[in-house]
């Protein structure tokens, strides 16, 4: 799969961090040697930028959908389809969402003084990885790990973005329900499929066997009283975890 495990497992580690409040951002970052990092938060859109000192590569974290935030749910549920800045169409919501960031973001890249050949890595999870995706899309981001993604764009989008040469792991935990909205007939996936199987290993299946393997999780959590396992599966903690325990288990 030509899959970086550490870079994996920092991604996730981003994903994850994004969720908490700014002071505990601040503070964690700091600590991996992220000294230069800038937040944005816009109505109900928070995100993060960071580079390590004088280093030539930025990661960009969006914060995923929070059942709380009204618009958050909002976003998600405004599914028609408007034209994308590069090509195709994309989920209207999720572009919304963006664009009240976006320019922030921009600004605070240009003022790195970045030297020719710089890196962009974006990376999120639920609506973080929807609005990563877009965002890799607009700046021909170099790599783009996204957690529990819905689907983002037509075909035409999707074709552009793998025209582009833009380097995509989307991760799909077992039976994440969040990956299969919003409607397959008129949106797809972009990036290589990274599965989870439900012994939490980072399998390479047929559909076939996935089908099955989705089947024994939804027959073991029924076991431990999980009732609704799509949800369940969604959790970025879960993902975190599995990857970060994927990660320790390729350097054994």
């Known amino acids: 799969m030509n899959l970086d495990y550490k870079k994996a497992a920092l991604a996730a580690e981003f994903a994850h961090l994004v969720y908490k409040d700014k002071d505990e951002v601040s503070k964690h970052l700091k600590n991996l040697g992220y000294m230069d990092w800038a937040w944005f938060d816009n109505e109900g859109t928070q995100a993060f930028a960071c580079r390590k000192h004088k280093a030539n590569e930025i990661f960009i974290a969006f914060r995923g959908t929070e059942p709380d935030q009204m618009k958050d749910i909002l976003a998600d549920a405004k599914a028609w389809r408007k034209k994308a800045r590069e090509k195709g169409l994309v989920h209207f919501g999720f572009a919304q969402a963006l664009d009240k960031v976006y320019d922030k973001i921009v600004r605070w890249i240009a003022e790195q003084n970045l030297d020719d ?36 764009g037509n075909r035409d989008f999707v074709r552009e973005m793998t025209k582009d040469g833009i380097n995509h792991w989307r991760f799909v935990n077992n039976n994440d ?43 073991r959590a029924f076991a431990k009283g999980q009732v609704f396992d799509g949800i369940f599966d969604h959790s970025m903690g879960l993902y975190h975890e599995k990857v970060q325990n994927v990660y320790l288990q390729s350097k054994n």
């Open 117 to 152: 050949g710089y890196k962009i890595t974006c990376t999120g999870h639920s609506l973080g990885a929807a609005l990563a995706t877009i965002m890799a899309s607009r700046l021909d981001a170099h790599e783009l790990y996204t957690f529990g993604s819905p689907r983002v």
């Open 177 to 219: 329900i969040v990956t299969k909205v919003p409607f397959p007939i008129i949106y797809r996936h972009h990036g290589q499929l990274i599965y989870i199987n439900h012994y939490g290993n980072i399998r390479k299946m047929t559909t076939w066997q996935r089908i099955k393997d989705q089947w024994r999780g939804r027959l």
